[in-house]
């Protein structure tokens, strides 16, 4: 004979549990829409924050007055690209390298938004002595920015070498 109470017990505990199964993959994908957020938005800032926009424009302004040979240099600590500016970015983008390693940000999205700017910046800000940006020094004070983007130069490297 069925005994209805064992098979309605039965059919509640495996939809109980597939219930729980479908929650927590509902929460797991929650979670990582948030850090794809979190990630665009501190992305954002490098274009919207009115203080990286400023640094960012003192930098260019410096850069440009170096490049061109008919205007007057300009002095780094006058408010043109100040050491204090060069700081503020790198610490701005070593954040964003500090948030990536503890899982906070996204790598992919990181790269695809602003892989390009922080190499660049870099590349502009080891070529100015009065920075004294040595590579030893930028790996020393900028650990995870330096690991991030020597990870993304190797890898890139590597794909080059492999479709040659």
């Known amino acids: 004979m069925l005994d209805w109470n064992l098979l309605f017990a039965a059919v509640s ?8 199964i479908i929650a927590w993959k509902q929460l797991g994908d929650i ?25 960012v424009s003192r930098l260019k302004n410096y850069e440009n007055t ?57 590349d502009i800000l080891m070529s100015w002595d009065e920075l004294e940006l040595t590579e030893a020094n930028f790996k020393n004070w900028h650990q995870h920015l330096y690991k991030y983007v020597d990870g993304v130069r190797s890898d890139r490297n590597k794909v080059r070498a492999k479709n040659k």
């Open 13 to 20: 505990a495996v939809a109980t549990v597939g219930l729980v």
């Open 31 to 55: 979670k990582q829409g948030q850090r794809n957020w979190a990630t665009l938005q501190v992305c954002d800032k490098y274009d919207l924050d009115p203080i990286i926009r400023t640094v």
């Open 66 to 122: 170096r490049l061109d040979e008919t205007v007057a240099p300009v002095d780094a600590n006058n408010g043109y690209g100040s050491k204090d500016d060069s700081i503020t970015l790198l610490n701005y983008f070593d954040a964003i390298a500090i948030g990536m390693e503890q899982g906070f940000y996204v790598e992919d999205i990181v790269t695809d938004h602003l892989y390009g700017i922080m190499d660049g910046w870099i």
